[in-house]
């Protein structure tokens, strides 16, 4: 079970899903094509999961499940692990990644940014909100990926600040 | 050589996605059916006992006359459960194991829904392939 392929066919292929979810199919509908792409996602995290939690002990508690995915499939999806972990102890867990294998080729022009700022969003530029996109699919995996393991949540990203990322899950109590 | 043996994969929301026969003994119709039951009935201790321990493979959990129920269970909670009368717990650990592995390379199917029967006839097979050798 261990043939390999070149890590750019899988960015191509991230691409090429993005664009094709949110330029043809669900033109003009992104919250439509999130949420194909996230349901694309969860599916594949559900099958990952599997894979990958084979060899090892079942898991006791939820944080168990947490340290799991910051360390083990983490670097198996991303050949690292999650750098930074918190967690209020009440079903919130945030998940930072400071060098976000996905998006590391990922640049911003500035000064486009400036320009196309729409006033009725001051918070978020169309920049951002591009960008916002491609964070749907790993999004979905982690959802998969817990919902396999026995623990409902949503999954939310944030990236104010390229290319760091931080991944929020809210364990549904 | 297990005469009887009876395997079931029962999928997280307690759907059995597949079933089989893989003792060498002759099949009878009214033991079919006793066998089902036995490992259904066998669910809820299995429910119990997979709290308690990490492990996956969970040995043998019921018994009945001299059938003995064995659970292996996943870490997406799919239990793979077996009813036999044999002693050879070794052999029913590695069985557990490559049906596992072939479990998973079901999942990967991405036309596969989870959760739904297993009908795939090569699936069928090897499963049976791996009953005669190590049960």
């Known amino acids: 079970m261990g043939r390999e392929v070149a890590e750019s066919c899988v960015d191509t292929m991230l691409m090429e899903m993005v664009a094709m979810y949110s330029g043809r199919f669900y033109a003009n509908k992104p919250e439509l094509a999130a949420r194909r792409i996230e349901a694309i996602g969860y599916q594949v995290g559900h099958q990952l999961s599997e894979r990958y939690t084979m060899e090892r002990p079942r898991f006791s508690d939820h944080l168990e499940a947490i340290k799991f995915i910051c360390k083990d499939f983490w670097s198996e999806v991303f050949k690292k692990q999650i750098d930074n972990l918190k967690t209020n102890h009440r079903g919130t867990f945030v998940l930072q990644d400071n060098k976000f294998r996905w998006l590391s080729r990922v640049s911003i022009d500035p000064s486009s940014d400036k320009e196309t700022e729409d006033p009725s969003t001051p918070g978020e530029s169309k920049a951002a909100q591009a960008v916002s996109m491609y964070l749907y699919f790993p999004c979905g995996i982690i959802r998969g990926v817990l919902s396999n393991l026995g623990i409902p949540c949503a999954v939310s990203a944030d990236i104010s600040s390229l290319p760091t990322c931080s991944f929020v899950i809210r364990v549904k109590a | ?135």
């Open chain 2, 1 to 135: 050589m297990a005469n009887t043996a009876c395997f079931i994969i029962v999928g997280r929301n307690d759907i059995p996605i597949y079933e089989a026969e893989v003792g060498s003994a002759a099949k009878r119709e009214d033991a079919a059916q006793l066998h089902q039951f036995i490992l259904h009935a066998a669910l809820d201790v299995v429910q119990d006992l997979a709290w308690t321990t990490s492990a996956m493979f969970l040995k043998s959990v019921d018994r009945f006359n001299d059938l003995v129920v064995s659970v292996y269970v996943t870490a997406g909670h799919t239990r793979l459960m077996l009813l036999h009368d044999s002693r050879n717990e070794d052999g029913i650990k590695s069985f557990f194991q490559e049906v596992h592995e072939l479990y998973i390379k079901i999942l990967l199917n991405p036309l596969y829904l989870p959760g739904s029967r297993i009908t795939s006839t090569h699936f069928d097979t090897k499963v049976r392939a791996l009953a005669r050798k190590y049960l």
